[in-house]
């Protein structure tokens, strides 16, 4: 067995004149978390597709779980679960039919699937309305129990195309619980889209950024502050005077100064000193109550990748 | 392969006999259809309900109408309402999906058309009978089972086949709606045919065996509805059935 969940090589797909995935080349281990982001229309969701042999690659291939998405689509759907762009629920069906009717295509035998429903319904706070028909439901609920279905068969990879969104922040943060345990407990890949760059800090051990079909950057959510986004100083004290403010902004390694009163947040070069920059402050006048040394976020990592891919 | 194609049609049905979420509301209209077709139509007819061979063409006709009233839906609907791409996502094959669309389309026209036989006849007996029980014979029942059978799969095969790449329910009726007419023409054309090919044609056909035509239609069918299925078959391609 590989211990790549997904590898994928040159992996493209056109429609027409435009190339959605262009060039796609990634691998992910199993039992991680992958984050998957990029503006709508970046191609996310044509690469799950591509992945779960949905659509045929214009060009490239991929591997999911060892098999050719090409040639052993049925044995990669049967080992995947997946929350598309849609949820994929039959809305005229009771929560209850739409879990059966997932269980009964894996091929689950009927006790296991019965205990495994109310094992999953019960879990996200579903059981009680088992019985009602999903089109009654709110997005929140129904986002629930799509998510409950792509686990039913307890998958090795989960596609999930943003899960959280439509749920609100106590459910958010309790899927992303459920979400970091499948992974770290069962050994489940989770591949993850999401406009949620917090999120994905939190959660994925790996995040890929991707705009207009080219990935534009890979690694861990630390490297890709590291390599793409300004280092930062906060500082919070009294007496930020123009003249200090002056100072600060003509040092070479200061790319920005924003804020002023009684909070400053210098923007830095690489591997600048902060010790030097607090004793500019002070021997401008400055009284010093607190500072704060960090690295850019991820969300602004992200629109650096983005700004350049533009340039 | 049968398990899949068992589960689908099992959905199909909860989702046919549920419409806005309830099974009451679903069954009316199938409740409605047997009232008509089952109770007032051999009321009106009487004993001749089980008579006339004209009831033969009804029953042949009564199933397409059935089955293309759904066969839009399999998946233009199910496309439309977003079922579809997580469906394919799913380790269904593609040979199972469609025998169930297209089996849970023939088992609801089908069936229902007999439902209605089996009506017709407790409602003739029972408004007309007078003691003898009133029966179809036993060479029209049996033609009226299987022509419609395969009229049912004709329906549904041709449903199908249009329903796969139409983009919405309502382009899969039109497509369906300009087909049944191109198939219908030549009928419109029947009147205008010269007098003396009229006479000809209608003097084979009374002269004709009715177990001959009968035969030749079932077998015309049957020729037709493998083209169809395998036609269908040939289409149905997981990876082209996402269409935007």
Redesign the interface.
């Known amino acids: 067995m590989s211990t790549w969940a997904i590898r994928t090589l040159g992996l493209s797909r056109d429609f027409g004149a435009l190339r959605a995935v262009d060039d796609l080349s990634l691998e992910i281990t199993q039992g991680t978390v992958f984050g998957f982001l990029g503006p709508n229309g970046a191609g996310k969701t044509t690469t799950i597709?591509l992945l779960?042999?949905?659509?045929?690659p214009s060009d490239g291939r991929a591997q999911v779980l060892g098999y050719d998405v090409q040639t052993q689509?049925?044995e990669v759907?049967?080992r995947?679960g997946?929350l598309?762009?849609?949820?994929?629920?039959?809305?005229?069906?009771t929560a209850l039919?739409n879990l059966e009717?997932?269980g009964?295509?894996?091929?689950i035998p009927r006790a296991e699937r019965q205990g495994r429903i109310q094992e999953l319904l019960t879990h996200f706070g579903l059981w009680e309305r088992r019985k009602e028909?999903v089109?009654?439901w709110s997005r929140g609920m129904k986002q629930k129990l799509a998510v409950a279905r792509t686990q039913l068969h307890r998958p090795s990879l989960v596609f999930l195309d943003e899960p959280t969104a439509g749920l609100d922040p106590v459910a958010a943060a309790a899927l992303r619980e459920d979400l970091a345990a499948l992974a770290t407990r069962e050994g489940v890949t989770v591949f993850l889209t999401t406009h949620n760059l917090t999120e994905a800090e939190r959660l994925c051990q790996r995040v890929g950024v991707i705009r207009q079909g080219r990935l534009l950057a890979l690694g861990s959510p630390n490297e890709l502050r590291r390599t793409t986004g300004t280092p930062k100083v906060e500082v919070t004290g009294t007496g930020f005077s123009q003249h200090a403010l002056d100072l600060l902004r003509a040092r070479p390694e200061v790319v920005n100064v924003t804020g002023g009163d009684g909070r400053l947040v210098i923007e830095t070069h690489p591997g600048t000193e902060t010790a030097s920059l607090v004793s500019l402050l002070t021997g401008a006048g400055t009284r010093i109550e607190e500072v704060h040394k960090g690295k850019a976020d991820l969300e602004e990592a992200f629109l650096s990748l983005l700004e350049e891919a533009e340039k | 392969m049968i398990a899949d194609v068992g589960t689908i049609m099992w959905k199909e049905f909860k989702e046919l006999f549920h419409q806005r979420g309830r099974f009451r509301g679903g069954s009316i209209g199938v409740l409605i259809f047997v009232f008509g077709f089952g109770i007032l139509m051999p009321l009106q007819t009487g004993p001749g309900w089980v008579e006339s061979p004209i009831g033969l063409v009804f029953w042949a006709w009564l199933p397409y109408l059935l089955v293309s009233s759904v066969t839009a839906d399999t998946f233009a609907g199910e496309r439309e309402r977003h079922t579809l791409e997580t469906m394919l996502a799913s380790c269904i094959s593609d040979r199972a999906l469609l025998v169930a669309k297209i089996g849970s389309a023939v088992v609801y026209g089908w069936g229902l058309t007999i439902a209605n036989i089996l009506v017709g006849l407790v409602t003739v007996n029972v408004a007309f009978s007078e003691g003898n029980l009133l029966m179809l014979p036993p060479a029209t029942m049996l033609g009226i089972l299987g022509i419609s059978l395969l009229v049912a799969v004709f329906g549904a095969g041709l449903g199908v086949t249009i329903s796969l790449r139409a983009a919405t329910v309502r382009q899969a009726q039109q497509t369906m709606g300009i087909v049944m007419f191109v198939v219908v023409i030549p009928l419109f054309t029947l009147p205008m045919l010269p007098e003396e090919w009229k006479a000809r044609a209608f003097q084979l056909v009374t002269n004709a065996d009715l177990a001959a035509i009968l035969t030749a239609v079932a077998a015309a069918f049957f020729v037709i509805d493998t083209a169809l299925v395998l036609f269908a078959m040939s289409r149905f391609k997981r990876a082209r059935l996402i269409l935007d």
């Open positions: 597709r779960l042999g949905l659509l045929e689509g049925d759907r049967f995947c997946a598309l762009e849609h949820n994929g629920l039959y809305e005229r069906l039919d009717l997932c009964r295509l894996w091929h028909t089109g009654q």
